[in-house]
């Protein structure tokens, strides 16, 4: 009925989560304040979360454990650890239709995961440096990727393959994203410059 239907509302639209240096990821009330779930289970600091929006059902944590976690976030039951890193998990991202995630990590790589199963589908490798930030493009095809390498790289999804290196910063890439219909992507870095980029050639533009 529409009770029901204004629940699935609320849980979708009015919740925000943290993570923790206690180890824990916590879901708020966002009117409220409230605190609603505790995600408890990691053995060291949680420090990338995300919701797999536009959904809202499953959250996502990353910890200096070197794990990834994908939780229910109505009743905070853990559905899958995923192992497979062998350094902190710093960045992570579901895909918009919440079929896969990526996550990525101090040592340099980025694995792609499917969250039905938990398998490790296919590790993107390349960058020689720690991997700060990662997202998928707009329909999933593509993962965009940054490091203290001084890249940022684009990678075919379905197979692993990088397609594009994006190269200019001369330092560290602390941030990196996708436009809302992915035609650009931005670049930040300690270079203390940010970048405009065509992520289909991989030419700088600004």
Known sequence: GSSQSLNNIFYKYFRFITGSYDRTCKIWDTLSGEQLLSLEGHKNVVFTIAFNNPYGNKIATGSFDKSCKIWDSKTGECYKTLRGHTEEVVCLGFSGDSNYLVTGSMDARILLWDVETGKNLVPLVGHT????????????????????????????????QCSRVLMGHKAELTSCKYNWDSSHVVTGSIDRTCRLWDPGTGTYIL
């Open 129 to 160: 440096g720690e991997v700060i930030t990662v997202s998928f493009n707009s329909s999933g095809s593509y993962l965009l990727s940054g490091s203290f390498d001084g890249t940022a790289r684009i990678w075919d999804s379905r197979t692993g």
